[in-house]
């Protein structure tokens, strides 16, 4: 989910300032907030003056980009107080009220909006002439209380500081908490959210969710871009084809993203497995000291029949597949276009418990070995395998900083995905 942002190039970056884009300026120097005002050119001879602004995120800063008739809205707000709330697009204030956006369309905003006990508000207006009017002016709140606390959640149309603030025209609000700290709020936010969704889904299938930033994921495909677009020559299978494109579409929902490459993948391993065993019998039986009456040779024989089913484990047939399908130095070169991802893969502190970080230097273990074990075990996190899972009982769970950091392993394992199906691809 992306910060709020509006569309439209920039013409100047020191414009004039109007008298309250002054004042906005004067609040956010005075409370330590980095802001930029430029002139963004909407097209049709209009311009338009925008405000950058750099709010606290745990350690970290949002900027957010508010438009100039949306200034009288911060100024007659405490806007100085607001926290942003990790990769959400939520933010809570000096009175502890959090506010988070939800995604405006679709059939769960519509059955939110038709919940028992929503009130519907037409407010005034003195707009002339104006079809629109009356449907900007409709507001709907659904509040729901704790009985047992001062806590209470409410759903419903946008405040007017979150719709300054947020992509959004409905929030999720957490009211009565305590100011408290961004970790707090944070958790506080998740708790009550996923209470309330799944509620809401089992009741009157009604679930939301609240939007987090997506990571941009670069497509390197630089070289490629002026190639000419050529008619498809390679038959796939259409199995792990379609749970290819299935990860494809599952775009910022990492730990089903890599799910889905990885059965991909994983639908070769039996092919594999095999290949690899006709290869080492096909080796043996060519070997001039193999005695075919020599009772131990012939026992070593039977034992490499037997490694495709039931003795050559999973981890290993992912060793199989990858070495059957990518040479080392492809592997390298892919790792090494892209200095971001390669320094998250070789980081000696690794956000995913479990893993090791990835060398790439000629010793030790051998590269494209050291990538199957690490898909591995994060597979085995996901599904929470007890068996030969890196010794975690933790699932890893979706919305945590680990799941966020899996986008270098995802973008490694689409890799070997593609691959996987192209070493398989017959000639159409």
């Not at 709010?55 to 707000?77: C, K, Q, Y």
């Not at 070289?223 to 775009?251: C, I, K, T």
């Not at 592997?331 to 320094?343: G, I, N, V």
Request: aromatic share 8%; glycine share 6%.
């Amino acid at each position: 989910m992306a910060d709020k942002a509006h569309s439209g190039a920039s013409v100047g970056d020191a414009p004039e300032l109007t008298e309250t884009a002054q004042k906005l300026k004067d609040r956010c120097d005075a409370a330590g907030l980095k802001v930029l005002f430029r002139v963004m050119d909407r097209g049709e001879d209009w311009e338009q003056l925008v405000a950058v602004v750099e709010f606290p995120e745990g350690r970290s800063t949002r900027r957010v980009t508010i438009e100039d008739d949306e200034f009288e809205v911060l100024l007659d707000s405490d806007f100085e107080s607001v926290r942003f709330l990790g990769d959400y697009a939520a933010f809570t204030d000096k009175s502890g009220t959090i506010e988070a956006a939800l995604p405006p369309q679709g059939r769960p905003a519509f059955r939110l909006r038709n919940l028992p006990g929503v009130v519907v508000s037409v407010g005034d207006s003195e707009e002339e002439n104006d079809e629109f009017s009356f449907l900007r002016r409709i507001t709907w709140q659904l509040e729901i209380p704790d009985p047992n606390s001062s806590v209470a959640l409410e759903l419903g149309s946008v405040s007017a500081l979150g719709g300054a603030l947020l992509p959004t025209s409905t929030s999720l609000r957490v009211k009565g908490l305590p100011p408290s700290s961004h970790d707090e709020a944070l958790e506080n936010l998740e708790t009550y959210a996923n209470r309330l969704s799944f509620d809401l889904d089992v009741v009157f299938g009604a679930s939301f969710r609240i939007p987090r930033r997506r990571r941009a994921r670069r497509n390197n495909r630089e070289d490629a871009s002026q190639a000419a677009v050529r008619f498809p020559r390679n038959a796939y299978a259409m199995e792990p084809l379609q749970l290819y494109h299935y990860g494809r579409e599952a775009d910022g929902l990492p730990l089903l993203e890599f799910l889905a490459y990885y059965q991909a993948v994983e639908y070769f391993f039996p092919f594999f497995a095999r290949e690899q065993m006709m290869n080492d019998v096909r080796a043996t039986l060519k070997n001039p000291a193999f005695d075919p009456n020599d009772d131990r040779q012939v026992g070593r024989l039977i034992n490499l029949t037997g490694q495709v089913r039931g003795v050559q484990t999973e981890r290993d047939q992912l060793r199989t597949t990858i070495r059957s399908c990518l040479a080392p130095a492809d592997l390298r070169e892919f790792l090494e276009s892209d200095q971001e991802r390669l320094s998250a893969l070789t980081a000696k502190k690794q956000p995913i418990r479990g893993v090791k970080a990835v060398r790439m230097d000629e010793v030790g273990e051998e590269l494209r070995d050291q990538l199957s074990d690490r898909i591995y075990t994060i597979r085995c996190r996901i599904v929470h395998s007890k068996q030969d899972g890196g010794g975690y009982e933790e699932v890893l769970l979706p919305g945590t900083r680990e799941a966020d950091a899996l986008h270098p392993d995802i973008d490694v394992l689409q890799f070997v995905a593609q691959r996987v199906l192209i070493a398989r691809a017959a000639r159409a």
